[in-house]
């Protein structure tokens, strides 16, 4: 009962509007011509700076690598699917891993049939999580071509949303998360 007497209190002085007046809100100030133009310039600039950054992300010549140091982590989001997904499919948590599939000792012939058979029995019309082993290239003299091949490939397949380096208990720098619409 306070609350009214409160109320009716810091009300005392209000009247109410007289039958057909409209209350008027205060003309909005519009921008002159200079500060539009400069508002303009700043939009652009920013435009440009964007592009310019997802350009040297889309062609940079580390194939999907993260731009870290001494990591070898990889990772790619296809153009439209949102940035969340990618940072979910990193946790390793949200989507769960329907198959694995090991290359290692693979030539990259037979590797990107490997990929292409998983990709055929995936179940259609929803998104898949695929668990790729495709090692460090620790033990091989030319490097972890296996790796970059994979990494590349799976970039060309259009059924692949995402793909992001593994957690360390499902091998880390050496297997990917591949999340796939079937």
């Known amino acids: 009962?306070?609350?009214?007497?409160?109320?009716k209190q810091a009300m005392r002085d209000v009247r109410p509007l007289k039958k057909g007046a409209t209350a008027?809100?205060?003309a909005l100030r519009q921008p002159n011509?200079?500060?539009r133009a400069q508002i303009q310039n700043r939009a652009l600039q920013s435009a440009a700076q964007m592009d310019e950054t997802e350009a040297r992300q889309n062609n940079s010549s580390n194939?999907?690598?993260?731009?870290?140091?001494?990591?070898?982590?990889?990772?790619?989001?296809?153009n439209g699917v949102q940035k969340k997904i990618l940072r979910e499919l990193k946790k390793g948590t949200r989507y769960r891993v329907q198959d694995s599939l090991d290359l290692?000792?693979?030539?990259?012939?037979?590797?990107?049939?490997?990929i292409d058979a998983a990709f055929h029995d995936l179940a259609p019309d929803q998104l898949n999580c695929l668990l790729i082993i495709h090692g460090k290239?620790?033990?091989?003299?030319?490097g972890a071509t296996l790796k970059e091949f994979t990494a590349s490939y799976l970039k060309t397949l259009p059924a692949?949303?995402?793909y992001c380096s593994a957690q360390q208990r499902d091998g880390?720098?050496?297997?990917?998360?591949v999340l796939v619409k079937g």
């Not at 009962?1 to 109320?7: H, K, L, P, R, S």
């Not at 194939?63 to 296809?78: I, T």
């Not at 290692?104 to 490997?114: D, I, K, N, S, V």
């Not at 880390?172 to 998360?177: D, E, I, K, P, V």
């Open 172 to 177: 880390g720098s050496g297997a990917l998360y």
């Open 24 to 26: 008027t809100t205060p």
């Open 104 to 114: 290692h000792g693979l030539t990259q012939l037979q590797a990107r049939h490997e």
């Open 33 to 35: 011509r200079t500060l």
């Open 160 to 162: 692949v949303k995402a």
């Open 1 to 7: 009962m306070t609350d009214n007497i409160d109320f």
């Open 63 to 78: 194939g999907g690598q993260s731009h870290e140091p001494g990591d070898d982590k990889l990772f790619f989001l296809r």
């Open 137 to 142: 290239g620790l033990h091989s003299t030319s």
